[in-house]
């Protein structure tokens, strides 16, 4: 499933942005979606997350200042980022769930995708 993520930027300590994911293309209906982050020399790690049953999931160090949320109309997932910090900084990857009926074989089959990246920059 095609994803396009946008929403990164440059922006000063304490300012917020808002990242956006949009899925594309033929699925049924979209499950687990997520947002990860990695910076520089570091391991791609799990930011936020939303199950397909609307629960969220935060890493420590962005809980009561960034919030997740997805539009099942839309296929769209946000990601709003407040009093962000220069530790916040790195490329933004959204990750999707998508699941698609096998008629041939009637049982939905799911798939992962992910999106390009986009990159926050946050100056102290």
């Known amino acids: 499933v095609p994803l396009q993520a946008s929403g990164g930027g440059l922006v000063q300590a304490g300012e917020s942005l808002r990242l956006s994911c949009a899925a594309s293309?033929?699925?049924?209906?979209?499950?687990?979606m997520g947002w990860y982050r990695q910076a520089p020399g570091k391991s791609r790690d799990l930011i936020a997350e939303?199950?397909?049953?609307?629960?969220?999931n935060y890493a420590d160090s962005v809980k009561g200042r960034f919030a997740i949320s997805r539009d099942t109309d839309k296929n769209r997932l946000t990601l709003q980022m407040n009093s962000l910090k220069p530790e916040d900084a790195g490329v933004y990857y959204c990750?999707?769930?998508?699941?698609?009926?096998?008629?041939?074989?009637?049982?939905?089959?799911?798939?992962?995708?992910w999106g390009q990246g986009t990159l926050v920059t946050v100056s102290s």
């Open positions: 939303v199950t397909r049953y609307g629960a969220t």
């Open positions: 293309g033929r699925f049924d209906r979209l499950g687990d």
């Open positions: 990750k999707v769930d998508s699941i698609t009926m096998d008629h041939k074989w009637g049982r939905p089959v799911e798939m992962i995708s």
